[in-house]
């Protein structure tokens, strides 16, 4: 069983900066550091798109062309914790943020959200212009 609870969404005028928060419990025979992690988000109307990735070791990340170079993305196995920094919002980046944990994730299926086995429920972000 693993729960993942996000937190840190809010309101945020546009060039404004927030900060994401994923908080792990996890009791089904694997540690946090043995997941991949990820954030997607879910704008109105819209699909789930994938924002940012992290492998289990946390040497790698991986990032949507729409943010990078703005969102920073990076974990505390110690913490079972993981993390969003998000600079020079704009308007385009309102949606309900999801945190996503995976252990079978691939270089090829990062960007996946079939790649994923557990959700949180997801914290809403707005960017006002």
């Known amino acids: 069983q693993v729960q993942l609870v996000e937190s840190g969404g809010g309101l945020a005028q546009a060039g404004g900066s927030l900060s994401l928060s994923c908080a792990g419990t996890?009791?089904?025979?694997?540690?946090?550091?043995?997941?991949?992690m990820a954030w997607f988000r879910q704008g109105p109307g819209k699909e789930r798109d994938f924002v940012a990735a992290?492998?289990?070791?946390?040497?790698?990340?991986y990032y949507a062309d729409s943010v990078k170079g703005r969102f920073s993305m990076s974990r505390e196995n110690a913490r079972n914790t993981v993390y969003l920094r998000m600079n020079s919002l704009n308007p385009e980046d309102t949606a309900v943020y999801y945190c996503?944990?995976?252990?079978?994730?691939?270089?090829?299926?990062?960007?996946?959200?079939?790649?994923?086995?557990?959700w949180g429920q997801g914290t809403q972000v707005t960017v006002s212009s």
């Open positions: 996503a944990a995976g252990s079978g994730v691939i270089l090829s299926n990062v960007r996946s959200a079939a790649a994923y086995d557990y």
């Open positions: 996890f009791n089904s025979g694997r540690s946090f550091s043995a997941y991949t």
């Open positions: 992290i492998r289990r070791s946390g040497g790698s990340t």
